[in-house]
């Protein structure tokens, strides 16, 4: 079967940074999203893998190893509004794009 | 933002009766997507088109059907609804489907009694 591994939830404190990682079994790899979802909203675009390495924006940066079918979503200098669930999805093979349950991440003051 | 315009956003109803979902882009996408969102569960493809008149089924496609006439409008029929298909149902589009990210709706939140 095809599956993406991602933590249920986390929690981190404002002005921290906080790695929310991502691990994926696909029938093959053409690319890896991430997406920002506030609760009661859409999905958002946040970044998107297909080399391996690290691409960055702003206080965003999304890291990508597919020998190790592993990626992670770094967030720099978190703000209240940066609570919100993100979700990993990934391209296989066939074009299909393959969703992990999403990380509830929760920001204290 | 994309152009995605999902109606109605909200719909109570009850088993066994017909409910239609409407997906509106003014992007120019071919492709459209109808997905489904429940707790627990990542985002779930129901359907999906490449194309006017060309759809395809996703991996929770058993109740539903789709249409999809003109680029810009993709519809979702729930032929009789059941309590099971309670859930938030999301439209996205995007441009191509390699390397292209998806562009979602606002969601239509659905219940049924």
């Known amino acids: 079967g095809q599956n993406i591994d991602q933590p249920t939830e986390m929690t981190a404190t404002e002005g921290a940074i906080v790695q929310i990682n991502c691990t994926y079994q696909t029938s093959g790899f053409n690319g890896l999203f991430w997406y920002q979802q506030h609760a009661g909203e859409a999905p958002t675009f946040l970044s998107y893998n297909v080399l391996d390495g690290l691409e960055e924006k702003g206080r965003f940066s999304s890291f990508l190893s597919r020998s190790k079918g592993y990626s992670y979503l770094l967030l720099k200098e978190l703000q209240m509004k940066d609570s919100a669930s993100y979700l990993c999805?990934?391209?296989?093979?066939?074009?299909?794009?393959?969703w992990g349950a999403g990380t509830k991440l929760i920001i204290k003051p | 933002d994309a152009g995605i315009t999902q109606s109605p956003r909200h719909k109570v109803t009850e088993t066994g009766t017909p409910v239609t979902l409407r997906c509106h882009q003014t992007e120019n996408h071919r492709y459209m997507y109808w997905y489904r969102q429940d707790p627990g569960h990542g985002l779930r493809l129901i359907h999906y088109s490449y194309g006017v008149k060309d759809t395809d089924k996703g991996e929770v496609s058993d109740g539903y059907s789709v249409s999809r006439s003109k680029t810009e409008d993709f519809l979702l029929t729930l032929e009789s609804a059941t309590s099971s298909q309670t859930s938030v149902y999301f439209c996205?589009?995007?441009?191509?489907?390699?390397?292209?990210?998806?562009?979602f709706g606002d969601g239509t939140r659905l219940s049924i009694l």
């Open positions: 999805a990934v391209i296989n093979s066939n074009y299909q794009l393959i």
């Open positions: 996205a589009i995007s441009e191509s489907e390699q390397g292209q990210p998806q562009h």
